[in-house]
């Protein structure tokens, strides 16, 4: 008798074709037979609705979080059952017990525990905290780079770029699926390409990732298109474009103009993959986006407040409404609040993004889904953190037709695990990995709102981690069955 059938259900199997109506048979944590199964210990009445691979969060920030919130609700509940951690430059590893990694990365880590130096450590560390979901890991830059020579503004000397070298060979030696980066933030952003170029080179050997938070995503949105391009092909390795956007009004729309150079580059044979978030604000450490002597009041007046714990009450805020209560410019709100003692690890919301483009990148299809979630549940967290998922099933798919469903689920499953070296998940296929979401496809729709973010979303029924049932109908089950993925090789400690 095999363990767990879902029966009577649309299988929509990853590739982007058709769905089939058929049972799906899991047994010891694998598809075992999709078609007619026979009796299984544990039986699902799927009533007809959709079962698709685990969907796979592309851009997440979840190092952490694996630490502090095993359960992994947030990302669960979407019917998200992988994560690729280790974004925009900031990852866990590789740490220094004697410096506090989570200070440098402005709170982004926050959550890790535990002594860890390297992968292998980080990977034990967190699998005992039992996660609910599997987790994959990049090496990033801002870390490597603090290791290596703190916040020093300057180039790289050769010795620091060995140590460098060193850090992300080690972390690819041990399963990373490539070397991410951060270049607006502190301190990618004093880094020349060359630095770049020689350290995404590091991942040729391995044929992994170079991902990136381009330098720029505004006014110089092409020039920073153009250097990611330019560190693939001198690199020689696969790029990944992260939540790929127009940001400021001045300059929405240019994300036709930047896709068509991914696709001058993707039809002139160069390996090319991006994501995207389906919101129109972005959100991160405030800090790094205000000048502290020339505030932009632009942006400013855009502004709302995510987490702040020098002023609590501010959470959930638009900065212009706090400085119209206090008969204060908003530029000094801004100064006020990140001059404050702990004012610097204040993560804010801002709306900077046309909604327009969201459909023009959805429409690409090399376009993932990244919810680049930062996953502080204290005050009021971006609401993609809860609804990424669901939102571009239900309004991108359902409601505005921006894509169809198969393409969808493509883009969430076997585009990813294909890309991100996951050789035996993202499609429902005998003997893969039983990476499972049971969803209703009239039904899903995001709950999360910028006022009332912590919402678990509608129409996921049933969330399948590795062969046992981890979510159902609203019920986190805590079975705590999540892996540690390394790239194209089976999970730590298998
Ligand atoms: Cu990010
Ligand atoms: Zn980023």
Same mark, same amino acid.
């Given at each position: 008798?095999?363990?767990l059938?879902?029966?009577?259900?649309?299988v929509?199997d990853? +590739?982007g074709?058709q769905?089939?109506?058929a049972d799906v048979g899991?047994?010891?944590?694998h598809?075992?037979?999709?078609?007619?199964?026979?009796?299984?210990?544990?039986e699902?009445?799927g009533?007809?609705?959709?079962v698709?691979?685990?969907?796979? /969060?592309?851009?997440?920030?979840?190092?952490?979080?694996?630490f502090?919130?095993?359960?992994?609700e947030?990302?669960?509940?979407?019917g998200?059952?992988?994560?690729v951690?280790?974004?925009c430059?900031?990852?866990?590893?590789?740490?220094d017990?004697?410096?506090?990694?989570?200070a440098?990365?402005?709170?982004?880590?926050?959550?890790?525990e535990?002594?860890?130096?390297d992968? /292998?450590?980080y990977?034990?560390?967190?699998? +005992?905290?039992?996660?609910?979901?599997?987790n994959?890991?990049?090496?990033g830059?801002?870390?490597?780079r603090t290791?290596a020579m703190?916040?020093?503004?300057r180039?790289?000397?050769?010795d620091?770029?060995?140590v460098?070298? @060193?850090?992300?060979?080690?972390a690819?030696?041990?399963?990373a699926?490539?070397f991410?980066t951060?270049?607006?933030?502190?301190?990618?952003r004093?880094s020349?390409?060359?630095?770049?170029?020689?350290?995404? !080179?590091?991942?040729?050997?391995?044929d992994?990732? =170079?991902?990136t938070?381009?330098?720029?995503?505004?006014?110089?949105?092409?020039?920073a298109?153009?250097? &990611?391009l330019q560190?693939?092909?001198?690199? /020689?390795?696969?790029?990944?474009?992260?939540?790929?956007?127009s940001?400021? !009004?001045a300059?929405?729309?240019?994300v036709k103009?930047?896709?068509?150079?991914?696709d001058a580059?993707l039809a002139a044979?160069q390996?090319? &993959?991006?994501d995207?978030?389906?919101?129109t604000a972005? +959100? @991160?450490?405030?800090?790094? =986006?205000?000048?502290?002597?020339?505030?932009?009041?632009?942006?400013?007046? $855009?502004?709302?407040?995510? +987490?702040?714990?020098?002023?609590?009450?501010?959470?959930?805020?638009? $900065?212009?409404?706090?400085?119209?209560?206090?008969?204060?410019?908003?530029?000094e709100?801004?100064?006020?609040?990140l &001059?404050?003692?702990?004012?610097d690890r &204040?993560?804010?919301i801002?709306?900077?993004?046309?909604?327009?483009?969201i459909?023009?990148?959805?429409?690409?299809?090399?376009?993932?889904?990244?919810?680049?979630g930062?996953?502080?549940?204290?005050?009021k967290p971006?609401p993609?953190?809860?609804?990424?998922?669901?939102?571009?099933?239900g309004?991108?798919v359902?409601?505005r037709g921006?894509?169809?469903?198969?393409?969808?689920?493509r883009?969430m499953t076997?585009?990813?695990?294909r890309t991100?070296?996951l050789?035996?998940?993202?499609?429902i296929k005998?003997g893969?990995?039983a990476?499972?979401v049971?969803?209703?496809?009239?039904?899903?729709i995001?709950k999360?709102?910028?006022d009332?973010p912590?919402?678990?979303?509608d129409?996921?029924?049933? $969330?399948?981690?590795?062969?046992r049932?981890a =979510?159902?109908?609203?019920?986190?089950?805590g079975?705590?069955?999540?892996?540690?993925?390394?790239?194209?090789?089976?999970?730590f400690?298998?």
């Amino acid at each position: 008798m095999i363990d767990l059938a879902i029966r009577n259900v649309k299988v929509l199997d990853g +590739s982007g074709s058709q769905s089939i109506e058929a049972d799906v048979g899991i047994h010891e944590g694998h598809i075992h037979s999709i078609g007619t199964v026979g009796v299984a210990g544990t039986e699902i009445d799927g009533q007809g609705k959709c079962v698709a691979p685990g969907l796979i /969060d592309t851009h997440a920030h979840d190092d952490g979080a694996f630490f502090r919130h095993p359960g992994m609700e947030f990302k669960l509940a979407q019917g998200v059952t992988t994560v690729v951690s280790g974004n925009c430059g900031f990852s866990a590893i590789p740490a220094d017990p004697d410096k506090d990694s989570v200070a440098a990365s402005g709170g982004i880590l926050a959550g890790l525990e535990g002594e860890f130096t390297d992968l /292998d450590g980080y990977f034990q560390a967190a699998l +005992s905290k039992h996660p609910a979901i599997n987790n994959l890991m990049l090496v990033g830059h801002n870390t490597v780079r603090t290791l290596a020579m703190g916040m020093a503004q300057r180039e790289s000397t050769k010795d620091e770029l060995d140590v460098m070298r @060193g850090h992300v060979e080690q972390a690819l030696e041990q399963g990373a699926c490539g070397f991410s980066t951060g270049l607006i933030y502190r301190p990618g952003r004093w880094s020349q390409t060359e630095e770049i170029i020689e350290l995404a !080179r590091m991942a040729k050997p391995f044929d992994a990732l =170079y991902t990136t938070h381009m330098r720029n995503e505004g006014d110089q949105l092409l020039e920073a298109v153009e250097e &990611t391009l330019q560190i693939g092909r001198a690199a /020689d390795v696969h790029v990944h474009i992260s939540h790929h956007k127009s940001a400021g !009004r001045a300059n929405w729309g240019k994300v036709k103009e930047s896709l068509a150079k991914v696709d001058a580059a993707l039809a002139a044979g160069q390996r090319v &993959t991006l994501d995207v978030y389906p919101y129109t604000a972005g +959100s @991160g450490r405030m800090i790094e =986006y205000f000048n502290l002597d020339r505030i932009n009041r632009g942006l400013a007046e $855009v502004i709302r407040i995510a +987490s702040c714990s020098a002023f609590r009450e501010f959470e959930g805020r638009m $900065v212009v409404d706090i400085a119209a209560e206090r008969n204060m410019d908003v530029t000094e709100v801004v100064k006020m609040i990140l &001059t404050a003692p702990r004012g610097d690890r &204040t993560i804010c919301i801002h709306f900077i993004i046309d909604e327009a483009d969201i459909e023009t990148n959805l429409a690409h299809r090399d376009m993932m889904v990244g919810s680049d979630g930062i996953p502080d549940l204290r005050g009021k967290p971006h609401p993609r953190l809860f609804g990424t998922f669901p939102r571009v099933l239900g309004r991108y798919v359902r409601e505005r037709g921006v894509l169809a469903l198969e393409e969808a689920v493509r883009r969430m499953t076997s585009l990813p695990a294909r890309t991100f070296g996951l050789i035996d998940r993202g499609l429902i296929k005998e003997g893969n990995w039983a990476d499972l979401v049971l969803f209703d496809p009239d039904v899903v729709i995001d709950k999360a709102t910028y006022d009332d973010p912590k919402q678990e979303p509608d129409g996921i029924e049933l $969330v399948v981690v590795n062969g046992r049932i981890a =979510y159902d109908k609203g019920t986190h089950t805590g079975i705590g069955s999540g892996k540690m993925l390394r790239y194209r090789r089976s999970a730590f400690g298998d």
